[in-house]
């Protein structure tokens, strides 16, 4: 078994974000249907380890100190890479799947507070707990 520790744990995420980066440069499939390049780093890595750990019984756990703040990070900036034309593009289609997903959100939160009032609690933590 190998732990990596925090700071060996974001280097090995930097150079999975650099193979996904070289990947989707090279192959135009990733590029077309605009595959997240940590996706496609983090699925190479996944089988990558996967394979270690079949073959040779290899366990490698990663840190996961600074794992919350990187996933608000990563999904941030696939929100940011969307381009405006690819929303126009989805039409009327995605404003009626945006509207339902708003919608749904709402919903959540106050069904969250309703049962965190009910059990005489932080309405907070219903929306938290959602």
């Known amino acids: ?18 193979l996904g980066k070289y990947l989707n440069k090279k192959i135009g499939f990733l590029r077309r249907y605009n595959i997240p390049e940590p996706v496609t780093g983090g699925l190479v890595a996944s089988l990558f ?26 999904f941030t900036a696939i929100g940011l890479s969307t381009e405006m034309k690819s929303i126009i ?6 404003l009626i799947l945006t509207v339902f997903a708003v919608a749904y959100i709402f919903i959540q939160n106050y069904i969250g507070i309703y049962i965190a009032e009910l059990f005489d609690m932080n309405p907070a933590t219903g929306v938290a707990a959602g």
């Open 1 to 18: 078994m190998i732990d990596l520790d925090s700071r060996q744990t974001i280097i090995v995420a930097i150079l999975v974000l650099f």
């Open 49 to 74: 380890f996967g394979i270690l750990y079949l073959l040779f019984d290899l366990n490698i756990n990663f840190s996961t100190h600074y794992r919350d703040i990187l996933l608000v990070v990563f």
């Open 89 to 94: 593009k989805g039409g009327k289609a995605l």
